[in-house]
């Protein structure tokens, strides 16, 4: 069974940045299309970000293009580059594979910027 662990969350100012990691166990991510969402409490689940199998399409939403970068090394992660942080930003983190409609997510990571 396919499990993703998520990493490198946590506190940062305003204008700052952080990596977000996404590694798997039981199995690897060549043939998954992967994504990052993100949930505020209170809130739905957000996509911000997804990424191909092969790493040749990505898609990022209004609220993080130009800040936020997606990539994947085609075996066992996937990573979000996140830079020029609001406050706005501030939620809990998810990654996701997806193949043949079927999800897997992580557990999350929270990240916090601070004004």
């Known amino acids: 069974q396919l499990q993703l662990v998520e990493s490198g969350g946590g506190l940062v100012q305003s204008g700052g940045s952080l990596r977000l990691s996404c590694s798997a166990t039981g199995g690897t991510l060549e043939k998954y299309f992967l994504g990052w969402f993100r949930q505020v409490p209170g809130k739905e689940r957000e996509g911000i970000s997804c990424i191909s199998t092969r790493g040749g399409s990505v898609n990022y939403a209004e609220s993080v293009k130009g800040r936020f970068t997606i990539s994947r090394d085609n075996a066992k992660n996937t990573t979000l580059q996140m830079n020029s942080l609001t406050p706005e930003d501030t939620a809990i983190y998810y990654c996701?594979?997806?193949?043949?409609?079927?999800?897997?997510w992580g557990q999350g990571t929270q990240v916090t910027v601070s004004s």
């Open positions: 996701n594979a997806n193949r043949y409609g079927v999800d897997y």
